[in-house]
C-alpha cells in the first residue's frame, strides 16, 4: 500500500545529490507569487515607471522566443495563442490604469501592476461572453510572468514553507539556490538542470538530495502529492508503496554505515599509505555554520564564492558589510587560510540590477567574473578592500575567476595596488604580503599558464568551467550533459598543461572544481601532483578517507596509464576499476566487520 491510495509510479532521472528523501512536493509552478508592498516616496516614482518598462520589455521577450519555439514545433496556429498574449501584455488601459494607482497611492508598482490587473481579470470573469472568458487565462498568464519578472524569482520560493518538502520545478536559478540554503528543504526534483549548475552544486552542499533531468515531473505531480527520491541512482517514485519505503530505507541505512566508515577517519591528515600528504580543503559560500564543515575535516578553505553574498540579498554590499562577512570566516579558520574568489558574477549568476540589464545570448561567454569587475573598479574595490582588511585577522588569499590572458590578471593586480594605497592613505592596515592567485578555467589560461604564473602565486582549477569550455558543452544544459565528462583526455591533458607550469615556475596548483570531490577522481589527481583539493564540505571525509588508504605510487602509476590513453570510457573504466579494488572493497571488509 502506498501513503495514499494512488498507484505508484517510477520515473528515472539524473542522480545529481546523493541521499535519500521522502515527503510531500512543493511545486514551484503553482505557487502564488507574494506582492510586497511599501511606499514609495515622489521623486522615486519615474524609477518605478522604469522598473515596469523594463519588466514588460523582458516579458515580451520571453513570450516572442516561446512563440517562435512553438510555431517551429507545432505550427503557426498553435503559436497564435502567444500573439493574444503580447497584446494583453501591451494593453495601453492596463498600463494607463497601473500608472494611475502609482500615482494616487504611492505603493510600489508591482503591486499597483497586480491590483489594475486584479480588477480586470475580476471584470472580465463576470461577463458573460465566452471571448472574454478565454482572454482572462491569458491575462492570468502574462500578468503572472511580469509579476515574476517585476518581483524576481527568488521571492517565489519561500523559505518557510518548503520545511521537509522536495521542490518539484523546471530549473532552479542560483537565486533559488540562495533561498533553499535558507530553509529545510527535503529534496529537490527539476524537469531539466545539470549536475554542474551552481543550484545543483548548492544541493550537494547542503545534503539535500537532488534528481534532476526528469523531463516533465512538473506536469506529473502536484503540490502535496507524496514522492520518494533517490539521489544516489536518480530515482523518483511519486506516491511510493510501503515496500518502496522499506527499500529505500534499507538503502538509506546502508549508505549511512558507509559514512560512518568515512567520518570515523576525517580528522586524521590527509597522507596515503606511503606518507605523501595532499590539503583538502572546502568551498564555501559565506552562509555555512563553520564549527559544523570544520568538523567534517576541512583544514582550511580553497574557494570562497563571494558573489553568493551579493546573490543572496540582490544588492552591492558595502565594504564594511563584506569586512565583517570576510573577517567572520578567517577568523573560524584561525589556523588555516581561506582563499576568497572576488565575486564571479555573471554566467548563470545574475543579480537583479541596472549593471546586468541586457540580456545576454550566451551568458557564460559574456560578461562575467572578472570582466564585470574590471568594468565596475570602484564595486571591485570595495571588496577587495574589504578582503585586504580582513586579511589581518588570519591567513587570507585572493583568487580572481575567469583569467583569460596576463593582461587581466595585470590589471586586476593593479586595482589591487590602488585598494592598498587607498587603505594606506586612510591608515588602515592589512597583510602587505596577501598572496594572490589566478582560477584556470578557460583554455587560453592553460596554455598562457606559464605567463600567468610570472604574475600571481598559486593556480586554482576550476574543472566545472574549464571542461564546459575545452568541450564546448555548456555545464548548465541537460541535452548535452553526455558529452560533459571530465575523463575527456583533452581534460586531462589540460589539467597536466597546468600542473607543468605550476612545476616549473614553483608555485602550487589546486584544484576546486566539482571534480576535486569526485571520489573516482581523487586518486588520479593525487597522482598527477595536484597539490590542493577544494570540495564542498559534506565530500570531505570520502576524499580524506581515500587518500589515506590508497598509496601515491599507485596513484603516480594510474595517471602516467591515464594520460597515455585517449579514450574517454576507457579511462572511466580503468578509474572505476582502481576505485573498486582499492576502496569499495575496503568499506565493505569495514562494514562487514562492524557489523559482526
Ligand atoms: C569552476 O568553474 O570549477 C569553479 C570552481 O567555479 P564555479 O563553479 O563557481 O564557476
Ligand atoms: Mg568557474
Redesign the pocket.
Known amino acids: 500500500m502506498s501513503k495514499s491510495n494512488k498507484d505508484e509510479i517510477i520515473l528515472k532521472g539524473i542522480a545529481a545529490s546523493p541521499g535519500v528523501a521522502q515527503g510531500l512536493v512543493y511545486h514551484l509552478l503553482q505557487v502564488e507569487i507574494e506582492i510586497p508592498s511599501y511606499y514609495i516616496d515622489d521623486d522615486k516614482k519615474q524609477f518605478e515607471r522604469d522598473r515596469l518598462e523594463k519588466a514588460l520589455l523582458e516579458t515580451r521577450r520571453q513570450i516572442t522566443t516561446v512563440r517562435n519555439e512553438i510555431a517551429d514545433k507545432l505550427g503557426e496556429d498553435e503559436a497564435r495563442i502567444f500573439d493574444a498574449h503580447l497584446l494583453v501584455l501591451e494593453d495601453n488601459a492596463l498600463i494607463d490604469e497601473t500608472m494611475h494607482e502609482l500615482d494616487s497611492s504611492n505603493l510600489n508598482i508591482e503591486f499597483c501592476y497586480h491590483k489594475a490587473a486584479s480588477r480586470y481579470i475580476d471584470a472580465f470573469v463576470h461577463i458573460d461572453d465566452e471571448y472574454l472568458k478565454e482572454r482572462v487565462s491569458d491575462l492570468r498568464d502574462v500578468t503572472k510572468r511580469v509579476l515574476e519578472n517585476l518581483v524576481g524569482e527568488t521571492k517565489i520560493l519561500n523559505s518557510s514553507h518548503t520545511e521537509g518538502k522536495v521542490i518539484v520545478s523546471t530549473d532552479l536559478t542560483p537565486s533559488d539556490a540562495a533561498t533553499i540554503g535558507k530553509s529545510k528543504v527535503g529534496g529537490i526534483a527539476t524537469n531539466l538542470g545539470s549536475r554542474n549548475s551552481h543550484a545543483i552544486i548548492m544541493a550537494r552542499s547542503l545534503d539535500i538530495p537532488a534528481v534532476i533531468g526528469l523531463h516533465d515531473i512538473t506536469d506529473r505531480v502536484q503540490s502535496d502529492d507524496y514522492v520518494l527520491i533517490n539521489g544516489y541512482d536518480g530515482i523518483l517514485i511519486i506516491n511510493p508503496s510501503e515496500s518502496s519505503l522499506e527499500r529505500y530505507g534499507k538503502i538509506k541505512r546502508e549508505k549511512e554505515s558507509i559514512e560512518r566508515v568515512y567520518k570515523d577517519e576525517r580528522k586524521l591528515a590527509a597522507i596515503s599509505i606511503d606518507g605523501h600528504s595532499i590539503s583538502i580543503l572546502a568551498n564555501i559560500d559565506g552562509s555555512e555554520d563553520f564549527n559544523s564543515i570544520k568538523d567534517l575535516g576541512s583544514r582550511g578553505v580553497g574557494l570562497f564564492r563571494t558573489e553568493s553574498i551579493f546573490l543572496r540579498d540582490n544588492k552591492f554590499p558595502s565594504e564594511e558589510d563584506q569586512f565583517q562577512i570576510y573577517r567572520k570566516v578567517v577568523e573560524a579558520y584561525n589556523d588555516s587560510f581561506v582563499i576568497i574568489r572576488t565575486i564571479?558574477l555573471g554566467g548563470d549568476k545574475i543579480m537583479q540590477t541596472d549593471f546586468f540589464e541586457h540580456k545576454e545570448e550566451n551568458p557564460f561567454m559574456g560578461f562575467r567574473?572578472i570582466r564585470f569587475c574590471l568594468e565596475h573598479t570602484n564595486i571591485f574595490k570595495d571588496q577587495l578592500r574589504a578582503i585586504l582588511r580582513a586579511s589581518v585577522f588570519g591567513n587570507i588569499k585572493i583568487m580572481y575567476?575567469?583569467i583569460n590572458d596576463k593582461e587581466e590578471l595585470i590589471a586586476a593586480n593593479n586595482i589591487l595596488d590602488e585598494a592598498k594605497d587607498e587603505l594606506r592613505t586612510r591608515g588602515v592596515s592589512f597583510n602587505e604580503h596577501i598572496l594572490v592567485g589566478s582560477?584556470i578555467?578557460l583554455p587560453s589560461a592553460v596554455f598562457c599558464a606559464d605567463d600567468l604564473a610570472e604574475h600571481c602565486s598559486f593556480f586554482s582549477i576550476?574543472t566545472?568551467?574549464l571542461i564546459q569550455y575545452i568541450l564546448a558543452v555548456d555545464r548548465v544544459n541537460d541535452k548535452v550533459s553526455h558529452i560533459y565528462k571530465p575523463n575527456h583526455p583533452a581534460v586531462l591533458r589540460a589539467i597536466k598543461i597546468i600542473l607543468d607550469a605550476g612545476k616549473n615556475k614553483n608555485i602550487p596548483v589546486g584544484v576546486c572544481?566539482e571534480m576535486a570531490g569526485d571520489p573516482l577522481f581523487v586518486p588520479l589527481l593525487f597522482g598527477m601532483g595536484v597539490n590542493e583539493l577544494s570540495m564542498t564540505a559534506n565530500a570531505i571525509p570520502q576524499v580524506n578517507y581515500i587518500i589515506r588508504n590508497i598509496k601515491y605510487s599507485d596513484a603516480v602509476k594510474l595517471a602516467g596509464k591515464v594520460l597515455n590513453m585517449n579514450n574517454a570510457n576507457e579511462i572511466f573504466k580503468l578509474l572505476m576499476h582502481f576505485y573498486s579494488s582499492n576502496i569499495e572493497s575496503l568499506i565493505n571488509a569495514s562494514i562487514d566487520h562492524d557489523n559482526k
Open positions: 564571479d567574473a575567476p575567469f582560477m578555467e576550476g566545472n568551467d572544481g
